[in-house]
DNA sequence: ATTATCTATAGATCTATAGATAATGC
DNA sequence: ATTATCTATAGATCTATAGATAATGC
């Protein structure tokens, strides 16, 4: 149809977006192609005109969702706020609501049953957010975090938050959340 | 056939150890029953004599991996010995492993997605285990620590193996261990 | 004229069921 | 005689491809 230049970048990102939400949402193996397409309003057909396999995007997805977060997580870290990102992160609302959520606290188990190059991506794409929480850490501690000391204080945001959304008794829920803050907290001090 | 009177349990043990490592490997979604059933050198038919469900079989397998992952735990944790349990579930052959691992590792933010009866089963069955962490880590603060408190800690545990398995680089994977168990330590103090 | 979209389909796999077969305690 | 197992199959869905259709810049 020679659409406007801009049409074809247009869809692929409608796609991503799509598969972005019912990834998180559904798990990347319980969501076939056509219910993204669906999600998208187009049909199986085209899929492969955007991308070469669903590994190809999944791989995209994943690189997409994570700078999307680290966007935000950027945001909040700035000036040393760590309290107020694991208040953010280990919120009811960020519980309730995974297809808009954290990529990682969502995906991570699966990622690493990926192949190689899937996993690739998200080790370097998750670089540059550990990153910032090192250097937050590291201003609260007054001295060096590493981007590994990093990892385990988002391992303890994500694990907990996956913790609340696995345990289906609200206050109990709840309680782990705000439990996880305060470990968050001490954990970096 | 009137079989011996143990032979149904058996065979019913045998497709629920088959699951437990197909599902902790590869994912619930990734692993048909034919799979499974071929794993516990029977054919897809016999399935049904001995589960409802799909579903039934997930919330059986996950029962059972983590009352048997209870067993270790409360062995390594008696005597409050936290590191030492830190220190395992933080190795390198446990995130090599995750087929025999730890369940809530591989499984729980699929779990968060089952149905409501399967969340409880996992929320109800990880109890014993949470509350074996709350009482090492009270006698190690000297102050009573809440099943919530351990969720943190566990979560801690469960959120960094995951990324160590998702990090394709070994020295970047093995740091993060490393840093996990600091943290699983500093938290518990 | 070009190309993103559509419908249709291949071939594999999924969960679940039906009915035949075979194994063994009475 | 009982019942766990098998083979075979239904009907839905999965990833991927082929070829027709339609939209629009030149």
Same mark, same amino acid.
């Given at each position: ?18 598969? &972005? ?5 559904? &798990?990347?193996?319980?969501? &076939? ?7 998208? %309003? ?13 590994? /190809?995007? +999944?791989?995209? +997805?994943? +690189? ?14 700035? %000036? ?15 519980? %309730? ?6 990529? /990682? ?5 699966? +990622? ?8 690739? /991506?998200?080790? !370097? ?16 501690? &007054? ?30 829920? %709840? ?8 470990? !968050? ?5």
């Amino acid at each position: 149809m020679r659409y406007a230049p801009e049409h074809n970048e247009v869809t692929r990102d409608r796609i991503l977006d799509a598969a &972005g939400r019912l990834f998180q949402e559904h &798990g990347i193996d319980a969501m &076939g192609l056509a219910k993204v397409m669906a999600e998208a %309003d187009l049909t199986v057909g085209t899929f492969y005109t955007h991308f070469k396999s669903k590994e /190809a995007l +999944v791989r995209e +997805v994943m +690189v997409r969702s994570i700078q999307a977060r680290h966007e935000a997580f950027t945001r909040a870290l700035r %000036d040393g706020h760590l309290e107020g990102v694991a208040r953010t992160y280990l919120s009811p609302s960020h519980r %309730d609501a995974p297809a808009t959520g954290c990529p /990682a606290a969502a995906l991570t188990s699966e +990622v690493a049953r990926r192949p190689r190059t899937t996993r690739q /991506a998200f080790a !370097a794409n998750m670089e540059p957010t550990l990153d910032a929480f090192a250097e937050c850490i590291s201003k609260r501690r &007054g001295k060096k975090a590493s981007r590994a000391d990093a990892s385990a204080v988002f391992g303890l945001l994500a694990g907990t938050l996956q913790l609340a959304r696995a345990t289906p008794n609200r206050e109990e829920s %709840d309680a782990i959340l705000e439990a996880g803050v305060r470990a !968050a907290l001490l954990l970096a001090k």
